[in-house]
């Protein structure tokens, strides 16, 4: 019997510390442990499931009344999983703020909750599938029900200074499993795997170029490589000739660029409305 606990309470530990450590490997590589397409928003890592429950659970008691059960907006709450500052928030640091009171002139009341429990809410929806972004049930329902001729004049006007139907994007919808991997990857090509180069599986033939960084030190010279991993402190990239670099980083200096092929289309997916998305994937379906 007191044996049967001892063992228990190792195998509980020797758990603990297969959690903490998987924890540190991927804070040192956030490219482990990703998720297979289709993925969350922008680049993410993989988020231990205990920590994505308990936001869940605390979005559920806090948010949900008035923001939706999927986030995906209420009668009074907006849309979380296309809000602008849920997609630039990291780990809580963008919404607590808000939480904390920020917004209450227009609406977003104050709500007591730590920190830990606002990186929760933070972990919850960052996990969420780009396809759940359109719409809960679209697995469940025909996704090609928007206009194709409103789709056209909106591509016409928000697309076609980067894209051609004629010509770069000819027979994308050939290629294309699904009509719902067609939305996924119009709304954000490669899953958004571009960033650092090695992301997440793209669909057959989608190719995203990577985020490259241009960093420029105190002489003036200037190094320029497929960015690897960038945060407050640091910044790595990864030369043509394959040497790989890092530079710690102090406020402004040194002075680093980032050239995202994407970032036109980080930006837009915080202005689709549903309806620009279905009629957009209308159009997009006629192009086989
Ligand atoms: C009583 C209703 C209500 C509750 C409860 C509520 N919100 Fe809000 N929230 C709002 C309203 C209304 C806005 C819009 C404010 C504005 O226009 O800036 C908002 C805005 C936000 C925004 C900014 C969205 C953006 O893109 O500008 C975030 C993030 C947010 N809420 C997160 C949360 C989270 C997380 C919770 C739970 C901890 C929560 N809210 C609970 C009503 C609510
Ligand atoms: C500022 C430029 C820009 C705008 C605006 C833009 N995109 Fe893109 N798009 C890109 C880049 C860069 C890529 C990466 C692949 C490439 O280089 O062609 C891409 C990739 C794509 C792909 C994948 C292509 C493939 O190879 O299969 C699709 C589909 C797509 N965009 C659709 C759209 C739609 C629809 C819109 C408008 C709602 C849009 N894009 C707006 C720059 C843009």
Known sequence: MKRGLLAFVLMALVGWCVVQSQRVARAQNPGAGRAPR????????????????????VYGVSCAFCHGSDAGGGEVGPNLLRSGVVLADQSGE???????????????????????????????????????????????????????????????????????ITGDLQGFAAKMPTPKTLQQTWMLPGGGG????????????????????????????????????????????TQTDGVVKGFTRMGDKPLVEIHDPLAAHRELLRKYTDKDIHDVTAYLVTTK
């Open 194 to 237: 571009g960033r650092g180069g090695f992301g997440a599986a793209q669909p057959a033939g989608v190719h995203v170029p990577p985020t490259t960084v241009t960093v420029t030190l105190p002489g003036g010279e200037k190094v320029t490589g497929v960015m690897n991993r960038i945060d407050d402190f640091y910044v790595g990239l």
């Open 38 to 57: 289709p993925q969350a928003y922008p680049d993410r890592p993989k988020a231990p499931q205990d920590v994505v429950d308990r936001g869940k659970a």
């Open 94 to 164: 963008l919404l607590a703020p808000i939480i904390h009171g920020g917004r209450m002139d227009k609406g977003m009341p104050r709500i007591e909750l730590t920190d830990a429990q606002i990186s929760d809410v933070a972990t919850w929806l960052h996990s969420l599938k780009v396809a759940s972004r359109t719409d809960p049930n679209e697995n469940n329902i025909d996704i090609v029900r928007g206009d194709a001729k409103s789709g056209e004049a909106y591509f016409q006007k928000t697309c076609a200074s980067c894209h051609s």
